[in-house]
Every structure is written in structure tokens, then in C-alpha cells.
């Protein structure tokens, strides 16, 4: 199976959405967050398609690349797993640096916030990726899907309702 910066994504977030959407069970297309997220990535550059292209490499699908200055830029809607985008985007800038091109960079936009984060991989985000990557495969591989998370980030997801459709679960705080 090919690792993409939505596994590296979900690592980051949670394991049970990572198994969850790693073994083909898929809820993006439930969510108004989700549909949300599309129309400000669809609208807020609406010339950025003919600037910048949309490359597809090892798995990964980057939607805007400057490769004139070797800049990704990726669009999210909000803060809120902030860690998880930046790891997102040093995996795009990972497996880049491993198809030969090398100092790209990153730029995280946040367009309904106005705010930007650069990004660069370091030596040390290599590493991590690489360890971070034999743990993904782990866990996508176990038989059995991760137990809840039970989080208050839980109520936002997308896998919210598959989630916590059983009897009995207690609903996060």
C-alpha cells in the first residue's frame, strides 16, 4: 500500500481514523467540515491552478507545487490539528527530497485566518518521518481496528457517527 499524507495525517490525529480510512472505510464525503475545507481550497486561489502545478508522486497527490522555486502550498481550513498538517507537508517534502528533489520547502495557508507557516525538512524530521512511516504500516496492517480515542477532537471528525453508533459508548466531553 502506498503511504500518503493523509495517513501521515491521521497518524497524527488518530489511529483508529487512520485504520479506518487505510482499510477503505471512508467518511469525508458525510462531513459538512470536510465539504467545507473542499470550497476553501476550491475558491480562495481561484488562479493558483494555472501558477502552480498539481503533482502526483509515490502516492502522493500534491495539488499546488511552485517548480520554479520548489515551494509546496498547501490549504487548510483551520488550526486545529496543526501538528498533523505539518507533518502532511514535511511528508510531501520527504518524499520529493526522495525522488531527487531537494531544498523544496512548504507554505501551510490557513486562507480563513490569514495566517501562513513555512515549513523546511530537517535531518531530524527524516528520521521521524522514516520511524513514523514503519509505525503507520503497523498500524494499517493489524487485523483489528484501534479503540476509540474518546476525545474531545472526536466530536468534529468525520468518523464521528461510525465511531460512536454502538450502544453504550460514552460520548467525549
Known sequence: MQITGTHFNYYQVCHRKLWLFANGINMEHTSDLVAEGKLIHENTYPFRSDKYTEIEIDGVKIDF???RNKVVHEIKKSRS????????VKYYLFVLKRNGIDGATAVLEYPTLRKT???ELSKDDDEKIVEMRRQIEEIISTPNCPPLLNSRKCRNCSYFDFCYSGEGEELPL
Not at 490539528?81 to 502532511?88: F, L
Open 65 to 67: 507545487y511552485d517548480a
Open 117 to 119: 507557516l513555512n515549513l
Open 81 to 88: 490539528h496543526e501538528e498533523a498538517h505539518e507533518w502532511q
